[in-house]
Each structure stands twice: as structure tokens, then as C-alpha cells.
């Protein structure tokens, strides 16, 4: 597989190299869930980059980011019962084992069309000098 063809590599060989309380959540790490502090509410999709975890990526579906929740600050908000408005996240939340992704453990043939939508969407290069420096190399 040439370089440019190479995407989301697992991390799993680097597993053993970390402390026990890294690891210690895999079985959720791709839970399609909202992750929730306080306040603050942002949609978890691991279905995007399941490579990561040594399964076969197929072309994510769209995500629906959700205007309101990324509007929500602090401001004006002394006394909201953050669990209570939140109450639909943190169910969700705590239905993340029912909710992790169903991918295919396995290595990506050169051929899988996630290679050709990835080339198509991705954009390469920031800047021009980050482009010749990758080129030159």
C-alpha cells in the first residue's frame, strides 16, 4: 500500500505500552453515544474512525450536529438543573454498552471502497509548505 493510501491505523499495538487505567474503558470506546459534563454535550462517533480499533471502515453516515446543543454556554444560567435538561443524554449514556458500533474486525483491502470516498473527501494539505514538504519527502 503506497503512503497516501495508507488511513486510520489501529492503535492496538500500542496498548501494552500504557498504564492499565488507559485501556481500562475499551469496552466503550465505541459506544456511538453523547458524551455529557455539565453543560456541555458533544455526540460521540466512533463509527467514523473504527480503523483505530482494527475493524474495517466503511464510508460513515452524515452526523446531525446539533446547533442548540453546541449554543448552550453558561451565561444567564445559574440555577439549571443541568442532569434534568439533560436527561435524554445521560439515558443514552447509560445505554452505552447496547450502543457500541458493529463494525468488522480486519484488515482493509486496497480495494474497499472506503479508500476511494477517503481520497474524495479528505483534504490533504492545509498550506502550500506542508504540500512540498510531503511531496519532497
Request: proline fraction near 7%; glycine fraction near 6%; charge should be neutral.
Amino acid at each position: 500500500m503506497l503512503p497516501d493510501q495508507v488511513v486510520w491505523q489501529p492503535y492496538e499495538a500500542h496498548f501494552d505500552d500504557l498504564p492499565p487505567w488507559c485501556v481500562a474503558g475499551r469496552a466503550v470506546w465505541t459506544a456511538r453515544v453523547p458524551l455529557v459534563c455539565f453543560h456541555l454535550v458533544e455526540k460521540h462517533t466512533p463509527d467514523r474512525v473504527v480503523r483505530q480499533f482494527g475493524m474495517i471502515q466503511e464510508i460513515p453516515r452524515a452526523v446531525n450536529t446539533d446547533k442548540v446543543l453546541h449554543g448552550i454556554d453558561l451565561r444567564g444560567k445559574i440555577g439549571v438543573n443541568w442532569m434534568q435538561k439533560h436527561a435524554a443524554h445521560i439515558l443514552e449514556w447509560g445505554n452505552r454498552f447496547d450502543r457500541r458500533c458493529e463494525a468488522v474486525l480486519g484488515d482493509m483491502p486496497p480495494e474497499h471502497e472506503y479508500h476511494d470516498w477517503f481520497k474524495r473527501v479528505t483534504r490533504r494539505f492545509i498550506d502550500r509548505p506542508g504540500a512540498v514538504v510531503t511531496l519532497l519527502v
